[in-house]
């Protein structure tokens, strides 16, 4: 007999509402017209901001970031860009660039192999190197602390960059990030395979326990979680952000969730091209920069 389509397959959601729950394209009006802001604003910051272009962080794979350097002693910013894990680049995220870098960070931009040319295990790796990479680093990019930051998929990686297990692994000691930024993050990525972005990742039981950020909360930690999520966007997504904060919270660590309810999964990035917005003062304030935008 065959199955009923409309029976739930994760939670109360049957296949086609929950391929339509994670399908983060179809969420707003025009990606296009969303990711075009992304391009142009990024554009105007590789033209406006000082900036180290195409460092190679992993000789592995030969994986790039760009720096957009501050003044000595700075605390560095890191950004894992979105995009399903499998499209946007370092060069199309240059927009978060302004909000931190005016509230005395320096920023740097980071790309990874893209599925499916890369698992998304080789993904976390990649960024990790990253992490590592900067550490290792700190006297030249950065000696104020480091802080990282991501959506979507790239909110997912930040999750993979608090997990705890790993560090050691990289030669990073447990504190090496103070503060995490999580951006509409897919912090239990199970429901995935349920929908179209399984084509790309490929994903089973070991590499769903592997590679959920919610499964691997580190039972101490120093890192302070920011973590948002647009009022615009899709219930599933509003709920790993609130799911996964909770959990963090709930084993004792700092945590805040900032309330974005005017956005949507792709404008809410947009926000760290502010320095008057409402993402690059709380990251400034959870790193213990206390004055207000630098001219």
């Given at each position: 007999m065959a199955s009923n389509t409309n029976e739930p397959i994760y939670r109360s959601f049957d296949r086609a509402t929950l391929d339509c729950e994670y399908n983060a394209r179809e969420s707003v009006a025009s990606f296009d017209a969303e990711y075009a802001k992304y391009v142009s604003v990024s554009a105007e910051v590789q033209q406006e901001h000082e900036r180290i272009a195409d460092i190679v962080y992993d000789e592995a794979s030969g994986e790039t970031l760009d720096i957009?350097?501050?003044?000595p002693g700075a605390p560095l910013f890191l950004w894992v860009h979105g995009g399903y894990w499998r499209a946007s680049s370092k060069d199309d995220n240059a927009f978060v660039v302004p909000g931190p870098k005016a509230h005395g960070f320096a920023v740097a931009v980071m790309?990874?192999?893209?599925?499916?040319?890369?698992s998304l295990d080789e993904i976390i790796r990649q960024t990790r190197a990253a992490v590592a990479f900067l550490h290792a680093r700190r006297a030249q990019y950065g000696t104020g602390g480091l802080a990282v930051g991501g959506s979507s998929?790239?909110?997912?990686l930040v999750g993979m960059l608090l997990a705890g297990g790993w560090q050691a692994d990289f030669g990073l000691p447990d504190d090496a990030i103070a503060v995490g930024l999580a951006?509409?993050?897919l912090h239990d990525i199970a429901p995935l395979r349920a929908t179209h972005v399984d084509a790309w990742l490929g994903l089973d039981d070991a590499a769903i326990a592997r590679n959920s950020p919610i499964r691997h909360i580190p039972d101490r930690s120093a890192t302070t979680l920011l973590a948002s999520v647009g009022g615009l966007e899709t219930s599933e997504f509003r709920r790993q952000t609130a799911d996964y904060a909770a959990a963090w919270m709930a084993?004792?660590?700092?945590?805040?969730?900032?309330a974005m309810p005017r956005h949507n999964h792709f404008d809410i990035a947009l926000d760290l091209?502010?320095?008057d917005g409402v993402l690059a003062p709380a990251l400034a304030k959870a790193m213990g920069i206390c004055s207000g935008p630098k001219d």
């Open positions: 957009y350097p501050a003044e790309n990874y192999t893209l599925a499916p040319q890369a998929a790239g909110g997912h951006l509409s993050g084993a004792g660590h700092r945590g805040e969730v900032i091209a502010r320095p």
